[in-house]
């Protein structure tokens, strides 16, 4: 039974938002009352000499950005919590996608000023494609914010969810008192501090106390609001929320360390142990004994003193165990691990099990690509781990012609981690980066400089869109190519692609060649 216990108590989520919503900012917090740090870091390094945990490149310290999916995990009362601090930015939200595939579930942070931003509702579509409960955090009530009530309809509206607030959040801005806890009845009181936790007042709202507390006018503005919150939302629903279809909402401010300690409790509370993964040949459970994991994410890096690489595994089922042998399915070979790791984001600890819900890290010297499936003798395949068409496209070239063979073998390092994707074109043999975002260029180019010694140089490609091909009609197929000779490539794994130079084009495409099926994800 110790191993259900085990399972029981884990707690794997992931933090995600709109870029600047405060995301590392509340997962260093989380850090704080998990015991793993001891004064928080700043976000953006100006003259506070000490980083956030989950920013560690070079590069996130300049910008004061996330740009990679980082793994942290502490020991909070009775439960293990694993958590994954996403990158906001949408340059690097292909990262985001697949980190959602690893976890059970969501804590969304919203800006209490700016309300529900495009990055947010991308994220709330894909939470929706695989039904994973969320809890949304609305940050900064410090500062000047929107009526609560208008953001509660603002986030019904944008992310298409029920919502139900357990904590009410007395003012904004200056006027900041604190939140009254509707899940635990009590009251916070709000003090400004980064790093000491605000204190609770037990109250009964409908007493004088509350009006010794803040005051008359605002505990009567509180009884109005607390009333008209019970008539308009339906009272909050467990079964609900683990369906994905009601989300509970929390106010407080990361950065002064407010209302974070409610969320944590609460979401340890209601969150989901592990939930059963789908495979392709079968449903997984997460109390079966066997152990069964997928690498969704490869760093290349985390220590620049050693040039290592490290695959990050969600564990699905059963127990790992260090120096077992497991199948590695797609190369069909049997594989151990002398020194598999946990995460305080580049902090490593070696460990010698893992449970079902966990994330650990796994040496890589270029046996995994993403999505690979780990087991211990089943052939199972674990999908979803998408690649998305890229929308941005540049020659990649060497300009150092004594470092080929570096940049090759750094680009390679780089396409297995999944920053972008590889094209070869057919007609000249040149390749081709395709990537989301402008920004992906820059960390390409940083990582080859920095950790391969190799110098690109970029060229710019006018592309619509990349589209991955196939079809049942070989003659077709070939017609087409022959016909699009000049903007046909190969993908790493063989596969046809499409590179249409327009929206126009590829409508005559589709229009043209009625049998050829044109895919704008890598998995069909």
Not at 379 to 390: A, N
Not at 479 to 489: D, E, S
């Amino acid at each position: 039974m110790a191993s259900n216990n085990e399972i029981e108590r884990r707690r794997t989520f992931a933090i995600i938002a709109h870029p600047d919503a405060g995301k590392t900012s509340l997962t260093e917090k989380l850090l704080l009352f998990g015991g793993q740090i001891q004064v928080a870091g700043a976000v953006k390094s100006n003259k506070i000499k000490k980083t956030a945990t989950s920013d560690w490149m070079d590069i996130e310290k300049q910008r004061g950005i996330s740009v990679t999916t980082s793994v942290m995990e502490f020991d909070y009362k009775d439960y293990k919590i694993n958590t994954l601090d996403t990158p906001g930015h949408q340059d690097f939200a292909e990262d985001t996608y697949r980190t959602l595939t690893a976890v059970d579930s969501v804590i969304i942070v919203v800006d209490g000023a700016k309300g529900v931003e495009t990055q947010t509702r991308k994220l709330m579509e894909v939470c929706r494609m695989r039904n994973t409960p969320v809890i949304i955090f609305v940050n900064k009530m410090d500062r000047e914010a929107k009526d609560p009530f208008d953001l509660l309809d603002e986030l019904e509206e944008e992310l298409s969810i029920h919502v139900r607030p357990l904590t009410w959040p007395i003012e904004s801005g200056a006027r900041f008192k604190g939140a009254y806890n509707i899940y635990e009845h009590n009251l916070n009181l709000f003090q400004p501090s980064k790093q000491v936790v605000t204190e609770k007042v037990e109250v009964d709202v409908n007493t004088e106390e509350l009006d010794e507390q803040i005051g008359a006018s605002l505990a009567e503005k509180l009884r109005g609001e607390l009333e008209l919150i019970d008539g308009v939302y339906p009272e909050f629903d467990k079964e609900e929320y683990l369906k994905g279809e009601l989300a509970p909402v929390f106010f407080g401010s990361a950065l002064n360390n407010f209302g974070v300690q409610e969320l944590l409790d609460c979401f340890a509370e209601i969150a989901p142990s592990p939930r059963p993964v789908k495979a392709e040949e079968r449903e997984v459970e997460p109390g079966e004994p066997k152990f069964t994991g997928f690498i969704f994410k490869i760093t290349a890096n985390i220590d620049p003193n050693h040039r290592s690489c490290i695959a990050f595994c969600k564990i699905c089922s059963g127990k790992f165990t260090r120096n077992a042998p497991y199948l590695h399915v797609r190369h069909g070979k049997t594989v151990r691990f002398s020194s598999p790791t946990q995460f305080m984001a580049q902090r490593k600890t070696t460990i010698d099990e893992a449970w079902a819900g966990d994330i650990i890290g796994l040496p890589d010297n270029g046996t995994f690509k993403i999505g690979d499936t780990l087991t211990e003798g089943e052939m199972l395949h674990f999908r979803g781990l998408p690649s998305f068409s890229p929308e941005m496209f540049k020659y990649i070239e060497n300009a150092d012609p004594m470092k080929q063979k570096q940049l090759a073998k750094g680009i390679d390092q780089l396409m297995d981690e999944g920053v972008a994707q590889l094209f070869v074109n057919q007609f000249n043999g040149r390749k081709i980066i395709g990537t989301v975002g402008q920004l992906q260029f820059e960390v390409i180019q940083y990582h080859l400089e920095n950790e391969c010694s190799a110098k690109c140089r970029w060229e710019p490609l006018s592309l619509y869109k990349a589209c991955w091909i196939e079809s049942d009609d070989p003659a077709e197929l070939e017609a087409f190519k022959k016909r699009k000779y000049q903007y046909m490539a190969k993908d790493r794994e063989g596969r046809d692609v499409f590179l249409a130079d327009s929206g126009y084009v590829l409508q005559m495409a589709q229009m043209d060649f009625k049998n050829i099926k044109f895919h704008f994800t890598s998995e069909f």
